[in-house]
């Protein structure tokens, strides 16, 4: 049998260097090398990891909070906006706060109201310098963390250019997250079927059921648009589109079933005084934190396929250094050496006559 120098590309790793390996593959090894999309996954999970999903995905739950809080400024500095234009509108607010909420507590939520009318263009500033600072950590934080996935340095680049990507990347997050929740939030409340009653369609057999799927259909659609968008729009690199598609598909179901859960966890957890005063940040952090652990899987998933590896181009490795040391010795030398066997062999001859002597 002749002997090859060639290398085997099972154990091959991206910069073409084969590395040590078992020689009798374990169970986990014998399934992938069986089924093709049981070692995609595998791939996927071992990209997940080793970057750092989970903690990528805490840290932008982390800035993903802290840019909520102004994002509401400027929206109750909106609404303080229309509502100052429009007084027969602020009546209306203030007596079906009155009416709904019982005592001193609809005395005070009308006062906040008053105050952030009168306030509205202080609100609106301050919102704005804080929803750029927050929000731009925010989109850093998750193009980050998404670049990583595709094992990209996502801190090249211009620096203005990069702040610009992430400004409308922010934009299109927000108008993108409104759509895909509002579309949940309609199809899980009463509002579908109150159209349903207006339009005449109310005596059809099975429409609410037909009404649910519609609603979950819709919210599929949008959140493979949501999905599609940031898995293509956010790594610093070009994602093949196959790739790019699949993934939005595997994360539009996971985004739904997250949706759906936190829908429902709202909806209870609002029902009581303590879940009222603590549910709402603990659930959105909660679903927040799924929502990125699935987008930054979907990436791991775009970035392992056959396409994605072709295409992905790894930096290069630093250059070896090797150092050449010059070993000098310091022992006796030769001449030194011819002495001392001269001197032992005299001693070794003289010794001997002796002993003939004898």
């Known amino acids: ?177 409104v759509i895909a929740f509002g579309i949940t939030a309609v199809g899980s409340s009463g509002l579908t079927m109150r159209f349903i009653e207006m339009i005449g369609l109310h005596d059809v057999p099975g429409i609410g059921v037909i009404a649910a799927l519609v609603a979950i259909l819709l919210g599929l659609l949008a959140n493979f648009l949501v999905m599609l968008w940031m898995i293509m729009y956010l790594p610093r690199t070009k994602v093949p589109p196959r790739s790019g598609v699949k993934a939005a598909m595997l994360g539009a179901l996971g985004f739904e079933v997250v949706k759906q859960l936190g829908s429902l966890f709202f909806s209870n957890a609002l029902s009581n005084p303590a879940g009222a005063a603590f549910g709402p940040i603990i659930g959105l952090m909660v679903v927040l934190y799924l929502v990125w652990r699935i987008v930054l899987y979907c990436s791991a998933w775009a970035a392992t396929t056959e396409e994605s590896l072709q295409l992905t181009t790894l930096p290069v490795p630093e250059p070896a250094v090797i150092r050449v040391r010059n070993d000098i010795s310091q022992g006796p030398g030769s001449g030194t050496m011819l002495g001392i066997g001269a001197g032992l062999g005299l001693l070794a001859a003289g010794v001997t006559s002796l002993l003939r002597r004898r």
């Open 1 to 177: 049998m002749a002997a090859s120098t060639k290398s085997d590309e099972r154990y091959t790793d991206e910069y073409g260097i084969e590395r040590v390996n078992q020689d009798e593959p374990g169970f986990v090894d014998k399934l992938r090398m069986k089924w093709g999309w049981f070692d995609h996954i595998m791939l996927m999970q071992e990209r997940y990891s080793t970057h750092g999903g989970n903690q990528y995905s805490a840290g932008i739950t982390y800035f993903s909070v802290l840019a909520i809080f102004p994002i509401l400024m400027l929206v109750f500095a909106g609404l303080g906006f229309v509502l100052a234009a429009h007084p027969e509108q602020l009546d209306k607010v203030q007596e079906y706060i009155t009416s709904s909420v019982e005592g001193d507590m609809s005395e005070m939520l009308n006062q906040i109201v008053e105050t952030a009318i009168a306030q509205r263009g202080a609100v609106a500033g301050l919102g704005i310098l804080t929803t750029l600072w927050s929000g731009l950590g925010w989109m850093n934080n998750l193009r980050y963390g998404v670049s990583k996935m595709w094992r990209l340095d996502p801190t090249d680049g211009n620096f203005v250019v990069k702040k610009l990507l992430d400004l409308l990347g922010l934009v299109g997050l927000l108008l993108s997250f």
